[in-house]
Nanobody, 119 residues
Framework: QAQLVEAGGGLVPAGGSLRLACVKS????????MGWFLQAPGKARKFIGR????????EYADSVKDRFTISRDKPRRTMFLQMNNLQPEDTAVYYC????????????WGQGTQVTVSS
């Protein structure tokens, strides 16, 4: 079951940029929101932002606003996370997930992709 797959992580110097992608299988549940999360070493998973799949409206955590941007390609069932001016504290595993209904929880998760930012 390859329901969600993240790609695009890697090692980048401080100040650099990365673009992550999350591809949804056609066999998975419908999407109301698709979102990005991160988990830094030794810390709890943290919300980055989400996109309303139908309308394209986005919401972001204050901690990443103005540096990270979420977008989507609906025909390709793909969500992107553009990350600019990366800093060492951004080092984490980045996950995408689906919230299938307007109310509820994110319940379908990808395997994550590692982002490491060197100083």
């Amino acid at each position: 079951q390859a329901q969600l797959v993240e790609a695009g992580g890697g090692l980048v110097p401080a100040g650099g940029s990365l673009r992550l992608a999350c591809v949804k299988s056609a066999r998975t549940e419908s999407i109301y929101y698709m979102g990005w999360f991160l988990q830094a070493p030794g810390k709890a998973r943290k919300f980055i932002g989400r996109i309303d799949w139908s309308r394209g409206n986005t919401e972001y955590a204050d901690s990443v606003k103005d540096r990270f941007t979420i977008s989507r390609d609906k025909p390709r069932r793909t969500m992107f996370l553009q990350m600019n001016n990366l800093q060492p504290e951004d080092t984490a595993v980045y996950y995408c997930a689906i919230q299938p209904r307007y109310t509820g929880e994110f319940r379908t998760w990808g395997q994550g992709t590692q982002v490491t930012v060197s100083s």
